[in-house]
């Protein structure tokens, strides 16, 4: 296949023949008959069949059809003895949503003009977490693509998209997706979002997807209805019945997911949401085996494939070197730490960083867990996470705001909304020029004060049952115990909702966010030049604690000078003697006026950082 097509082969859904035609294969072992129905129309409304075939069982719960007639466009669905039409569950798009039929699609009718992009080397990853319905105000992978270059010129090297697979109705974060295999159709066709792609390469950007393999949506999920032993209902999670991992045809479907997306698009990389929600009790856990998939499937081809896990566990084993099994995990003790040095707020899981706060972003800085087999208060003392000192220093993604840390607050605030300027700025430069790979959220580089909040769109059946359960979580919250302080919190399934998370692109030309943006675009040039190349060499980092708020940090450099971390994480002035640290060039610090501090002796003032190189 030449290189600049892309089209990954499958054992399922609609694959276009070469010598015309489409075949159809269906999993559906708990369907007597399947009906393979062809149709047409302009909307879910006027839809007619135009044609059905009987499907032919071909063995252990597989269907089959051909249709010489079918092609690119063709509309279908799957008719069950009931009568009950059901989308196909590998669909790669659904343009009436996910309660109508799917598309056939040529994977291969997307020319791609950077072809021959293989991506860029771990250590060198900035990401920027986006939400394709909000960042801007079209709320498609377009509105995206035309902001590449306001991205590409920050500084960032990644893009990482909230999920797209395709969830029911106008708007939602993406972690209700019923279709794995296709791109919400809200967003964008699956060319368009191949444009972003492409686009994104063209500009020296890799493109990230967060997918979710642990649950699927509530509403517009069929599996249930023809595949039952897709789940296994003696397993539940927080989304209900568990996916039942232990079956060959379930593993099949999520292997191929993740190659789907890395082959099929082009994505960089993928970011498995709460992987610790996979119950998997095979003697190869399915997150190696995708791994091991993944790796194998792209060796030799001298592209660079991320993986990345989200893992509340602070489980270790699936992590490696990079490019190995998966190169990282997101670090939420280093959000939860730090959000509580800057807020001071001790309710929910923040109750756990509450006690030696400082002590802990050491470990955090040094050793990437903060939660290494201790016991969690907030889990009633349930040891939590394994020792991860031994791990490289790029297998944490640091942050201090994203889509959870934001949105699941009740009025989505952003961290600029809570605490001074100042403090801010001082986990700005702390997270930015660490080795750790950083994070930014969208609109965070010009301190956008705008909330994201939680937003989706389900039918009417399930509305007022999701914003009684959101309500009912804030009830242990200060502030929520009251019944009509909950009933302010925003309704998910208002338009308002959405559209005041929209980032206002207008905003940035405001001078405060025109020099915050430019404060921004400077770090990162300093990472690029300064820190970058040091990151591969760096060992685990040293610490030593002075005063209430001090910290120092020293990474080791194998290949290079030292990387060595100053601060005063304060809102007060410490006077506590600096430990000795053998710095030499400051690279940045925040305020600015403390750049000589360490030279000249004098006390560290309020929420201070210093980067320097070691001497």
Known sequence: MPRDRARHSMPFGATLLTWGGVRFDLWAPD?????????????????????????????????RAEDAEAGPGTLYRYRLPDGLAVPDPCSRFQPFDVHGPSQVVDPTAFSWRHGDWR??????????????????????FDGVLRR???????????????????????????????????????????????????AAHGRGL?????????????????????AHRFFDEALHTPWGAAIDFSRDEVRAFFVHNALFWLEEYRFDGLRFDAVHAIRDSRPEHILDEIAR?????????????????????????FLGAPGARYDAQWNDDYHHVLHHLLTGETHGYYEDYGRGPMDRLSRVLSEGFDYQGAPSPHRDGC????????????????????????GNRAFGERLTALVSHDAVEAALVLLLLAPQPPMLFMGEEWGCRQPFLFHVDFSEALRQAIRDGR?????????????????????????????????????????AATTRLAWIKGLLATRRTAIMPLIPGLRPG????????????????????????????????????????????????????????????RPLPPWTVIWARGS
């Not at 890799?206 to 023809?226: A, I, Q």
């Not at 998939?293 to 084993?317: K, M, P, Q």
């Not at 929520?480 to 308002?496: G, M, Q």
């Open 383 to 406: 040891p939590r996470g394994a020792p991860s000192g031994d791990l490289p220093v790029t297998a944490m993604v640091n942050f201090v705001q994203n889509h959870d840390q934001v």
């Open 206 to 226: 890799m493109v990230f997807l967060d997918v979710v393999y642990n649950h699927f949506g509530p509403e517009g999920n069929y599996l249930h209805v023809h």
């Open 293 to 317: 998939r993944v790796r194998a499937h792209f060796e030799g081809t001298g592209r660079h494939v991320h993986l990345v896990l989200e893992n509340d566990n602070n489980a270790v084993r």
């Open 119 to 140: 991506g860029r080397p771990w250590h060198e990853t900035v990401l920027y977490e986006l939400h394709p319905g909000t960042f801007t105000t079209e709320g498609t």
């Open 148 to 198: 590449l270059e306001h991205l590409a010129d920050l500084g960032v090297t990644a893009i990482e998209l909230m999920p797209v697979a395709d969830f029911p109705g106008r708007w939602n974060w993406g972690y209700d997706g019923v279709l794995l295999f296709a791109p919400d159709s809200t967003y964008g066709a699956p060319d368009e979002l191949k444009r972003l792609i492409d």
């Open 471 to 511: 309500r009912d979580e804030f009830a242990r919250f200060p502030g929520f115990t009251d019944p009509e302080a909950r009933a302010r919190i925003p309704d998910p399934f208002l338009a308002a909702t959405r559209d005041d998370s929209c980032l206002d692109w207008d905003a940035v030309t405001d001078g």
């Open 31 to 63: 369907a007597e008959a399947v009906t393979l129905e062809i149709v047409a129309g302009e909307s879910p409304h006027g839809l007619s069949v135009v044609r059905g075939l009987s499907m032919a069982a071909v063995g252990e719960g597989w269907w």
């Open 542 to 601: 040293q610490s030593r604690r002075f005063g209430d708020r001090g910290l120092t940090v020293t990474w080791r450099g194998t290949r290079g000078p030292d990387l060595i971390v100053v601060m005063n994480l304060g809102a007060d002035l410490c006077t506590a003697p600096v430990p000795a640290v053998a710095t030499g060039p400051v690279l940045a610090a925040t305020p600015a006026t403390a750049r000589s501090a360490l030279r000249d002796g």
